[in-house]
């Protein structure tokens, strides 16, 4: 089945900097990479996703990229801002047959002010 | 307003008792989620739903049981044989299994076993 690594657990920078999140995924049938925000105590919100069949996404200071080959995504975040601090989680899934959504271990995100 | 709806927010059980946890969207979603957070081990998945009256087992499977009865509808049950059940449970719900897209999750339960 797929297996979801993320890297790094935990990741401080200061306000203005930027900071990347990566992960790795085992299934190379994964087609959908979607990314979640999490906030203390609350359920995760989807901020940005791709799908196989595109290299590199953006929305506003958010982007995701993908690589196929190397079976790897990443998520990058500009201009930090102190409400960027959360956790975040990216995820794969495979269309077709069982859909599960597997998800990486999470990225703890501090943002300095 | 459309959406995924948990309750309790929080449940204390005591240790022997099976207790439920309501899972309700309405978004006219076919696939729904259960998974369960604790501290740095991110999501893991305990059941899902593709369509009603079916169900898979996830990865963590083992001291839960679920049901579909209802498009709408997942609880889950988490028995007395589940070893270490506090933790903070999420249920997600998507379109289906067509086309995977966003997948929408509750605000969650915190589960306390005293």
């Known amino acids: 089945g797929e297996n979801v690594e993320q890297h790094p657990s935990t990741l401080s920078v200061q306000e203005g900097d930027s900071a990347v999140i990566k992960c790795t995924y085992s299934d190379s049938a994964s087609n959908y990479f979607p990314w979640y925000k999490q906030e203390l105590g609350k359920g995760p919100q989807l901020i940005i996703d791709i799908r196989s069949n595109v290299g590199e996404k953006k929305d506003q200071r958010i982007a995701v990229t993908l690589n196929k080959t190397a079976k790897h995504f990443s998520l990058h975040i500009t201009e930090t801002q102190p409400e960027d601090s959360a956790v975040y989680f990216c995820a794969a899934i495979s269309q077709g047959g069982s859909e599960k959504l597997v998800f990486g271990k999470g990225t703890k995100l501090t943002v300095n002010p | 307003d459309g959406g995924i709806t948990q309750s309790p927010k929080y449940l204390f059980r005591k240790e022997g008792q099976n207790v439920t946890l309501s899972c309700e969207q309405n978004?006219?979603?076919?696939?729904m989620y259960w998974y369960r957070q604790d501290p740095g081990q991110g999501l893991r998945l305990i059941y899902y739903s593709q369509i009603v009256n079916d169900f898979q087992k996830g990865d963590i499977a083992e001291g839960y049981s679920v049901s579909r009865e209802k498009k709408e509808s997942f609880p889950l049950t988490v028995t007395s044989a589940q070893k270490n059940p506090t933790a903070f449970y999420l249920c997600?719900?998507?379109?289906?299994?067509?086309?995977?897209?966003?997948?929408?999750f509750g605000q969650g339960t915190r589960l306390t076993v005293v």
């Open positions: 978004l006219n979603h076919d696939a």
């Open positions: 997600a719900s998507s379109v289906g299994t067509q086309n995977p897209t966003e997948a929408f």
